[in-house]
């Protein structure tokens, strides 16, 4: 079976009331979580976290970027370094998964640069571009994207799709990641961001899912309370964003799936 292992890379303060609506004022920590994905002899990132290319890239008008979510990051807690005491270079991944190409996702993606990556096309083609007031809107950094990028970009949606097993429902349907012997499912959880992405991971406790970004607090997919409606004005698309988060309201009354968030902090 899969293993999973997460990684904080950082963290960003915000008010509580901005994640979950009714929460107050009070300001939260709202850690990066990246995860190691193993399964069959191969390793995959799910995103990166914080960097210090962060705070170099974010000049300009992508500063309001970083005093909005104002960035606590040690260099000491890089993805890459806190790997590298375990053993695990960047030329042991087998590709790194980005859910989304929010700067907090993908900032450590120089670190790892020359491995494969993976993301949905409409999540790339539609970041891609995206410069000035329109990066900032989209949470987008450019400078974050190593200059060999698409060469070693795969599609999402160019592998297998499959049929999910009954358990995951309601999520009916995944493109199965190739060499993860069906153990690791991509999925796509519209409405955060464009193209974000989650995947199912079958692990010796069951099936688990990275569900990214598609809620900041187990307390909104448990009891359907989504964050300020302050935050859709830097959301992908808000409808899409509730018919998400009301499917995992569903997994989650289903009981066999337990749900791993990004940024599940102190709320």
Known sequence: MAKLTAFEVGYCLHPGCMALKGAGWR???????????????????????????????????????????????????ALFRQLASQGILPADITALIISHFHGDHIAGLRDFSGVPSISSMDGWIRSRKLRGVAALRNAFVPGLIPDDFETGLQWMEAFEETALPAELAPFERGYRLPGSGDEIILVPLPGHAAGHIGAFVLTDSGWELLASDAAWSPKSYESLRGPSRMAHLVMDNSVAYYQTLNRLHQLHLGGNVKIHLCHEGDL
């Open 27 to 77: 300001v939260c920590k709202f850690p990066a979580r990246a995860w190691l994905l193993e399964a069959r002899g191969k390793r995959w990132l799910w995103d990166t976290g914080y960097a210090d290319h962060f705070e170099h890239y974010t000049k300009g008008i992508l500063s309001l970027y970083r005093a909005t979510t104002p960035v606590h990051f040690d260099s000491k807690d």
